[in-house]
């Protein structure tokens, strides 16, 4: 299902499920247990559940997200540097042997907005331009292997039978060029007889067919398409150009999205992230259903709701995944609309001071003993958030946002607040909330090891240089394709 974000994001006055909010929270306080158990409403189209349903059953879906979350953790010399969350903090988050970063690291600059008497002029927002969709490419069919325009093609969910049809192929005796997949029309483009960037593709899948016998459906390179939707421009259009020999080649915005997700799923790049770790497939929680272990709370609806409001309003997508919530994972963010209530009285009210009540009226507080003793004021708030889904390749000629796909999510919690109503802290309603978020920091640039020796310029019309073959298979025997190629066709692309 394709829904404008314009659409998705300012269409909340539609309720999360066919309770009220009113509702919702009345379940919550008669049996807390059981709603924290239950995944947050969802709606924009069917949820992709990538996991397969022995890792959903066991949690071990949680194990691969942990390790995926160890990669987004910068390298230093012998140290290994992963923040995040100070438990009962905004201004800093840190973790062993990390200096402590100040939340303006994340928001990238502006004034920060925290306090809850203006919240009611940031209830909703959305992202002035739309990153772009794309299939996650997954490895089971060969990453950007996957042959996506030959009709031929097995798309079987056996990685070894689509193997054995792209590997009997020989892509520069192919007569239909437009049959190739992205990986194969760049090892052309570049004169690469060895296909080495589709073999390393293709190579990514490998090791878990021979390890285990079959590569998951659920592995791909979303934390490539993640990043690279909104760092990069949308490719709008096709684009000929002229190969190493001198072909003429038609690559589809399709095709120019796949390079671009390798790209960034391939290369280093300054990520800035905030969330906890937990390890635990199973973690405790106490009568109310609450986690107790403090890793194993993820990031602090506080930090949350001050990350999504300042970001959105500057226009700042980032990703973000939900821990528990096996059906998101690296989505990148497009909007929001929340709604205040009352915790006490349940009702909902037009402003944040409205609904902010004292600590010591808060009689019916389930959470009482994890209040944070700076805490003055509680306010609850019912946060919608609209983020951008995965789509499939096409062959189409052209692509605009209105062929996204999007999708949103309501997630219940409250904010504690200090004796100046400043944001401190906060509790979920839901253990499905979002766990981690992460982002490119402003002005990164993905660049594969083949780039830095480029110094020729490639002009549009003419052949590729000779200057860049030798780099481009450089690069490709890292999964790489060069910034420097991705780079020429999306500007011309526009």
Known sequence: MKIQTAFLVFCFSVTA???????????????????MARLPPKAGR?????????????????????????????????????????????????EIDVAP??????????????SARVLERYKEGRVRQQPWSDTYWPLYRGGLGDRYADPNYPRSSDWAQNFRYAMNLDIFAEP??????????????VGDRQKTLTRANWDQG???????????????????????????????RSVVVKTSDGTQLKFLPSDIKGLATQLWASTNTNTLFIGGRCNDKKPKVDENGRVIDTDCFDTNPGLFHVLLINRIQQSRPFIFDASYDYEVWNQPVLGYSNT??????????????AAAIPLEQYTIDKFKRYRSPSAKYVVGIQMRVAYLAE????????????????????????????????????EWYNNAHPDFV???????????VGDYSIQERWQQGAQIPGSWLGPAVQSSRHAQPLAHVVESLLAWAQ
């Open 17 to 35: 499920s066919a309770q009220t909010l009113r509702q919702q929270l009345q379940e919550f306080h008669r049996n807390p247990a059981a709603f």
């Open 340 to 353: 205040f209530f009352n915790p006490q009285t349940l009702q909902e009210t037009d402003t944040a001071m």
């Open 101 to 114: 970063q100040s939340i303006e690291s994340f928001i990238e600059g502006g004034p920060i907005v925290r």
């Open 176 to 189: 239909q060029k437009e049959r190739l997949s992205p990986s194969e029309k760049y090892d052309f483009l």
């Open 438 to 448: 992460w982002t490119p920091s402003l002005g990164s640039k993905a660049l594969s």
């Open 391 to 426: 789509t499939q390749a096409t062959v189409s000629e052209t692509n605009s946002p209105s062929e996204d796909s999007g999708l949103w999510a309501a997630y219940t919690y409250d904010l504690e607040l200090d004796g100046e109503y400043n944001i401190i802290g906060g």
């Open 206 to 236: 490998r090791y878990y067919q021979e390890t285990y016998g079959s590569v998951e459906r659920w592995m791909g390179l979303c934390h490539g398409w993640a990043p690279a939707s909104y760092m990069l421009p949308r490719p709008k």
């Open 46 to 94: 069917a949820p992709r559940a990538p996991f397969s349903k022995k890792d959903v059953e066991t949690g071990d879906f949680l194990l691969h997200k942990d390790g995926f979350r160890k990669n987004l953790c910068r390298q230093i010399g012998s140290r290994r540097f992963c923040p995040a969350l100070k438990q009962r903090g905004l201004r800093n988050f840190a």
